[in-house]
């Protein structure tokens, strides 16, 4: 990750990468406090996306509240999608199984009528049927 936002030919020691995760980890960590601070401010035990954004703009990066927006907007579009696209793959196979249970259905009347069929054939032949 580190590489994709340098310049070609930068090279990063093991040591800076090491303080780039710690300082890392402190931020996520700050953010994160931050944000449950605002989530029991609205007695709530569960930090949601305006928390985050709300924090960011408490801890002067406000900055990063239009893109990170943008990029939340884009998630929950993406989501939405995926949703949708499971409930219509749910209505899909629930329409299947219906057209398979009426075929099933169908094919168990065929073969009652092949019987009854083939039953008053050999009524017919053997002469009962008048009886």
């Known amino acids: 990750m580190l590489k994709t936002g340098l310049p070609d030919g930068v090279n990063i020691s ?4 090491s303080a780039i995760s710690r300082a890392a980890s402190v931020f996520v960590l700050y953010a994160t406090s931050c944000a449950n ?3 029991m401010k609205g ?5 949601n996306a305006g928390d985050v954004l709300s924090a960011m703009e408490e801890m002067e990066f406000q900055r990063f509240v239009a893109p990170l927006k943008e990029s939340l907007e884009v998630y929950r ?3 939405k999608g995926k949703k949708e696209a499971r409930k219509d793959k749910d209505k899909k196979a629930d ?3 219906q057209d398979k249970s009426r075929e099933e259905e169908n094919d168990d009347d065929d073969e009652r ?3 009854e069929e083939q039953n008053e054939e050999e009524e017919v032949s053997s002469g009962r049927w008048w009886t």
């Open 14 to 17: 093991k040591e800076a990468r």
């Open 37 to 39: 601070n605002f989530a």
């Open 43 to 47: 007695k709530r035990k569960t930090l």
């Open 77 to 79: 579009r993406e989501q």
């Open 95 to 97: 329409s299947e199984e």
């Open 113 to 115: 009528m092949e019987e």
